[in-house]
C-alpha cells in the first residue's frame, strides 16, 4: 500500500475519532491501518436504538481509487440477519461499496470515505428496515404492513439481546448458561465474518459507558415491548429470508430484563471496585498512581484562581482512584443554590478507561439518569481537568442542541424539548431537585 493511501486512511480515522458524532468509532491496531474496526452506535427511535453494531473495515492497495471491504461482524456467529441489506454472513448490500446495483451517482467516488460509508449503513437502521427490501414500493397489502410490523418488533428484540446484552455480557465474563432464549456467543465465529485472526476489542470501554448511559431507554423499551409479545412467541419469518439468513428465534423479554439488570449491578461493581485495585496501585508507587495524584492536585489549584465555578474536590480516603466533587450551582440560573455531589471512579488502566461519573445528590436533569449516571464527553481523554470541565458544562448548560444520544433520562428529556407547558414542568421539577440538593448532598 502507498504512503499516500496510508496517510489518507490514518486522517479518516483522526477525523472520526475527533468528531463529535456520538453514535460513530473507529479503531485499527497501530501496526495495520489497512485493517479496521467500526462501531455503529443504532439511531434512536429505530429497533436498532443505542445498540452496538461492529463493522470491519479492510482497505486494499487501490484504495481510495476502490472501495474497501466491509463485514458486519454483529452477526449472532454468523446466524442472525439483521437488515435486507446486512446479511447473516456478515456481507453489507451498498451501491457506495460496490455490493449492491444503485443508480447513477450512487457508486464509489475517491472523494468518498471511511465516514461517508458508516453513515451510508447507519442509514439501514431505519425506523422501518422493511422499506430496504427492493419492491417494498409496491408493498401496499396488509399483509406487507403487519410483516413490517412484525420485523421491527423481532429486530428490537435482538439488537437488544444480541448487540447489547451478550456484548456486555462477554465483556464482563457473565455466564449465560442455558437460560432461556440463549444463544451462547462464540468470538471465535465472530472474527470468522471478516475481522482479525487474533481477538481485537477496541470499543470494550465505549460500550460500557454507553450501557450506563442508555440503561434506563433499554429498560423502558423491555417494560412496553413485554406487554406487546409473551415469552416463547416465535419470531414471523419474512419473504426474503432464505435458509442461514434470516432472524430466526422467540421473544424471551423477562430473561433480557433479568439480564440487562445483572450487566448494571456488575458494572457498578467494577467501577466501585477500581478502588482497591487504585490503593495497590499507590502501594506499588505505579506512574499512574501519581500522574493522577499530580493532575488532582493542579485541578484544586485551577479551581481556586476561578471565581467563575465554585466546587469542592478531594479524594477518598487519600485515595487518587476515587474522586468525590461537590459542585455549587452558580447564582442567577437554574441551580442556584444547589450542591451536589458527585463521584468519579478512576481504573488504574485510565485513560484506555474512562471514568465512571455518579452523582449522589439526586437531580432531575435529562442528562443525569435516575440512577445518578451522567452522561457527557470530555475533549481530552487523559487529561482529569478536561473530564472536570465537561462535567460542569454537560450540567450547567441551558440551552443545549438538540441531540436524544445525550438524553439518559427520558422522562426529563420528553419535558424539556416538549411543549412550553411541559417545558415549565421541567423548570419545576429541577427547582425542586435542586432545593431538596443541600440536604441531601451530605
Known sequence: MSNQSILRITRELSEIQRGSDLSLA?????????????????????PYEFGFFEFAVKFTREYPTKAPQVNAITTNGGRTRFNPNIYAGGRVCLSILG???????????????????????????????????PGFEDANSDYDKKNQEAYVAKIRHEALRISVIERLEDYLGIDRGKAPGVTVYNAEEDYQSGAADAPFEPFKDLCKRRFLWYYESYMGSIEREMKKHKDGDRFEKMPFEGPGNSMDGSFQYSSLKQRMQTIFEKLNEEAVGWAAEGMVAVQKEMSIASNLQRQFEQIVENYKKNDAVTLDLDLVDKNPFVWRLVLFGRPMTNLDGGMFRIMLYLSPKFPDVLPRVRFETPIFHHRVSPTGILCYDAVRKDDMRSHIEAIIEAIEEESPAYDPRTLVNPEAAKLFWGTPDEKKMYNRRLRRSVQDSAENCF
Open 26 to 46: 473507529v479503531a485499527c491496531r497501530d501496526i495495520d491501518v489497512r485493517h479496521v474496526r467500526a462501531l455503529i452506535i443504532g439511531p434512536p427511535d429505530t
Open 99 to 133: 455490493t449492491w446495483r444503485g443508480e447513477r451517482g450512487e457508486e464509489w467516488s475517491s472523494a468518498q470515505g471511511l465516514e461517508s460509508i458508516l453513515i451510508s449503513i447507519q442509514s439501514l437502521m431505519s425506523s422501518n428496515p422493511y422499506e430496504n427490501e
